[in-house]
């Protein structure tokens, strides 16, 4: 599995982004791929989640209701729609995946064993 994310850059706040994972590899049926970020220092924190079929989404409380997590299964591609961008959502993107991961777990980077390369998304004030 290969995944590869783009769409980052500069942004003001208040502006928004769409980030883009593109993935390659085996069927995902029974897949769940994630979105994480980190900042400077901090450690990597969970952002977002669907699953690959059925498509059940799920947010960290930092990003509801601001971004949005979707799918596109026929360009085997999940996206990120930025809204409302604040100084604070500045760091590093990853997309992630893993087949058959426990929904109750899709908040633990630990537990995705495939990661795109990152992505720089900087908000300025």
């Known amino acids: 599995v290969q995944l590869q994310a783009s769409g980052g850059g500069l942004v003001q706040a208040g502006g928004s982004l769409r980030l883009s994972c593109a993935a390659s590899g085996p069927s995902f049926g029974n897949y769940v791929m994630g979105w994480f970020r980190q900042a400077p220092g901090k450690e990597r924190e969970f952002v977002a989640a669907i699953r690959w079929s059925g498509g059940n989404t799920g947010y960290a409380d930092s990003v509801k209701g601001r971004f949005t997590i979707s799918k596109d299964m026929a360009k085997n591609t999940v996206w990120l729609q930025m809204n409302s961008l604040k100084p604070e959502d500045t760091a590093v993107y990853y997309c992630?995946?893993?087949?058959?991961?426990?929904?109750?777990?899709?908040?633990?980077?630990?537990?995705?064993?495939?990661w795109g390369q990152g992505t720089q998304v900087t908000v300025s004030s």
């Open positions: 992630a995946a893993r087949a058959g991961l426990i929904w109750g777990r899709i908040r633990s980077s630990t537990e995705y064993n495939h």
